[in-house]
């Protein structure tokens, strides 16, 4: 596969994962609804302008791009909708996070599907599909064993990780009916490069005896957008998946604890689960995903010293 189309193409993952890809001699056109910098977009990419709830537009950005894969980041990152005693500034209509989302992906497979010549589509879902994120029932994501992996089950109550499971079923559907190869990457908060100095490494959790139940809404692990672009990438070029995938996507733990120490200190309930549980890596794993794809991160806080 030679030619990309990149979705979210002025956004700041897509920057990474097209600079990853134009190393490796990727022809890659870019599609947002915003034009990007010219100052800070690779020259000799292209660009598509266009609306990604549009079949139009998914269409003329997979025709004009001849794409064999679709790299699909573009999405709403936080969900929309007003809540009763919990305010937020309105900037967005409430419903734009699901329609964009939602509507955005089934638009962009079903453009896909209408081109012979896309064979493959990875999609960035995220971690808070399992239901991580705005816990907007007020109780502990309820974990069923550990480590946390891709065939644990899905529980959101948020719109934004709501989207992100239909999401997945969209791809899963149009895999299975159209034969259009389909990865799902669970993605956990990004950690910038840019932005190092406001991350913390290395930490040692505070005990909190009395927390009942698992997470709300970190799991201390993250993903380096570098190392993403190497996963992307990797599941364009595999050729041993199903025809539907999803993986969990991750650099590293921020802990320096072992997980196992970090269970009993954190999320003490979940102490039983945790015995066989080695390492650092933390609650949920990327285990398939370095199995399957081959995926080895390279920009851990661990091996990298200025990040300390």
């Known amino acids: 596969m030679k030619s990309v189309l990149v979705t979210g193409g002025s956004g700041r993952l897509a920057r990474y994962v097209i600079d990853y890809l134009l190393e490796r001699d990727y022809r890659v056109t870019g599609f947002d609804c915003v034009a990007p910098s010219g100052a800070d977009y690779p020259k000799g990419v292209q660009f598509v302008k266009g609306d990604l709830t549009t079949l139009e537009d998914c269409m003329r950005a997979i025709s004009l791009s001849e794409a064999d894969a679709i790299i699909h980041l573009a999405a709403i990152p936080y969900d929309t909708d007003l809540h009763p005693g919990q305010p937020r500034i309105q900037n967005l209509p409430e419903d734009e996070c699901m329609k964009v989302n939602t509507m955005g992906t089934y638009y962009l497979m079903d453009a896909a599907r209408r081109f012979k010549h896309v064979r493959t589509v990875a999609f960035a879902s995220s971690y808070y599909a399992l239901g991580l994120g705005r816990r907007l029932s007020g ?111 991750l650099t590293d733990s921020r802990h320096v604890e072992d997980t196992r120490e970090v269970v009993g200190k954190v999320w003490p309930d979940l102490v039983g689960m945790a015995t066989h549980l080695e390492g650092t890596e933390g609650l949920i794993t990327a285990h398939k995903l370095r199995t399957k794809l081959g995926y080895k991160p390279q920009y851990s806080w661990r091996n990298q010293p200025n990040h300390q």
């Open 139 to 249: 109780t502990p994501f309820q974990v069923d064993y550990l480590p946390i992996d891709e065939e644990h089950p899905n529980r959101p109550e948020d719109t934004y990780a709501l989207s992100k499971v239909f999401g997945e079923e969209i791809l899963r559907a149009y895999s299975r009916a159209y034969g259009i190869r389909a990865v799902a990457f669970r993605l956990q908060g990004i950690d910038w490069p840019f932005r190092k100095d406001d991350y913390k490494y290395g930490i040692t959790l505070a005990a909190k005896p009395d927390h009942i139940g698992g997470p709300v809404i970190t799991t201390y692990q993250y993903v380096d957008p570098r190392d993403a672009a190497q996963a992307f990438t990797l599941a364009i070029e595999a050729e041993n998946l199903d025809m539907f995938e999803a993986f969990h996507l």
